[in-house]
């Protein structure tokens, strides 16, 4: 039987013209049809999914910094016009645009306010306590020598987190995380007709739910950051609407948890594929930081994001039509050669990194890159002091990933190790 990755890359030998990214064998192992698109159409239109893909790092920064042609007013794109689904066709509030679904001047509007609610500060303080739930949930499996990571460690982690952080009962954790694999479900690329009704069925359970903790944390706000926000004022003095508000808290919700519980998951596998490097950083401690950036450049969970054209424009040469979908391939561009030396290496030493886009860049660059950031120096230093000879379960079977064409996670990932 072939193995996924020389799947991926006979999917990558296709011609041209048949090559999407809508097809499991790339969504399992995309890299060789990132390499063949930078090279050979760099900017190419997929003929299943319809939009236009950018794979060049230069291509894609350059896209970033033209909000003003590539428009980040993606939500009926994302969401499917022709065939509608969301939360107000089910009897939930209507939708309304906010930050990563809103250009430039009003983006501004809504960043203002949650940047505060988000400061650096808030994170800093965090430390301490991140690392009282990471070792918390060592100590669940820790004495066993095994564990399913992703479903003791990454889902709960940064769920956990985010729950305090918003001020909603741990004890709901199963709901948060059905709500944010909702709208994971929503952008996937490839949901079919009853996963998309179940989705939006969920984004209205979602809206019912915050609804009311909004107006409990009006009526009695508290040290969290749902508080700060319904207090929080806006430039022309009003504070948010509950649709803007729910809107706000999906994405932090949504947007958080799937890509801190991926890079996380990705991480070690990454380590257990490439000892020499897990070796390097046991070694090494003050390396952790490089390893989360090494991580989310050689594989981030967000594979790319789309934008749409306001006008007739182009890419390097190639005409793209005004009101024309166009994936940011965030992951291709981190394997640029022409940005990265050995780009396809995993090399935790390199001195590169610095400029990875697996947080985006400009205007809608990731508010919560510095909570992610911290939650992955923090456990990936505590596993590594805590778990030794960290290896795969099951040696040669390589564990797969959820079929979803935007972000890219493992579906488990079976790990043994012997306690420090
Ligand atoms: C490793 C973890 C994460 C990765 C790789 C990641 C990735 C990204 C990317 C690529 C964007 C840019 C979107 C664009 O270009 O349109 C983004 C935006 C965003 N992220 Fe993250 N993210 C992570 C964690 C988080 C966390 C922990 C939170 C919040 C708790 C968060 C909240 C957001 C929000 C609200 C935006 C929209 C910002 C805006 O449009 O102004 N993310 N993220």
Request: a negative charge; glycine letters at 6%.
């Amino acid at each position: 039987m072939q193995s996924a990755e020389e799947a991926g890359r006979k999917a990558a030998e296709k011609p041209l013209d048949q090559m999407t990214l809508v097809d499991l064998d790339v969504i399992e192992c995309p890299y060789a049809t990132y390499e063949k698109l930078r090279e050979q159409a760099p900017v190419f239109k997929d003929p299943v999914a319809g939009f236009y893909i950018l794979s060049r790092y230069e291509d894609v920064v350059k896209a970033l910094k033209d909000t003003r042609t590539f428009s980040s007013s993606i939500a009926e794109v994302l969401i499917g016009e022709a065939d509608r689904m969301r939360a107000e066709d089910f009897g939930g509030y209507p939708n309304v645009d906010t930050l990563i679904t809103v250009d430039p001047p009003k983006h501004k509007f809504y960043r203002g306010p949650i940047n505060k609610v988000f400061s650096a500060q808030r994170v800093d303080e965090m430390e301490s306590y991140i690392a009282e739930i990471v070792n918390e949930l060592i100590d669940s499996f820790i004495d066993t020598g095994q564990c399913e990571f992703v479903s003791q460690f990454t889902v709960p982690l940064p769920l956990i987190i985010i729950a305090d952080q918003l001020g909603v009962p741990r004890d709901d954790m199963a709901l948060f995380k059905e709500f944010s694999d909702a709208l994971t479900t929503q952008i996937s690329g490839i949901a079919n007709r009853d996963q998309r009704i179940w989705a939006a069925k969920k984004s209205v359970e979602f809206q019912k739910y915050f609804a009311k903790v909004l107006d409990e944390k009006r009526a009695n706000p508290t040290d969290d950051i749902i508080s700060d926000l319904v207090r929080a004022r806006m430039d022309d003095g009003e504070q948010m609407s509950t649709p803007e508000l729910l809107s706000i808290l999906n994405q932090l919700l949504a947007a958080g948890n799937e890509t801190t519980t991926n890079s996380l998951s990705k991480g070690l596998l990454l380590l257990c594929q490439h000892p020499d490097q897990m070796q390097l950083v046991r070694d090494n401690p003050a390396m952790i930081g490089k390893l989360t950036e090494e991580v989310l450049r050689f594989d981030g969970p967000v594979q790319g994001l789309m934008r749409v054209t306001t006008c007739d424009t182009e890419i390097a040469g190639t005409p793209i039509p005004q009101g024309a979908v166009v994936m940011l391939r965030y992951a291709s561009a981190n394997r640029d050669a022409c940005q990265y030396q050995n780009a396809d290496r995993f090399d935790v030493a390199r001195g590169d990194q610095a400029g990875h886009l697996a947080f985006g860049l400009g205007t809608h660059f990731c508010l919560g890159a510095m909570l992610a950031r911290k939650e992955m120096n923090v456990a990936f230093r505590i596993i590594l002091e805590r778990m030794k000879n960290i290896r795969l379960a099951a040696e040669g079977n390589a564990p797969t990933h959820e079929p979803n064409v935007v972000l890219r996670g493992l579906k488990e990932l079976h790990l043994v190790f012997d306690k420090a």
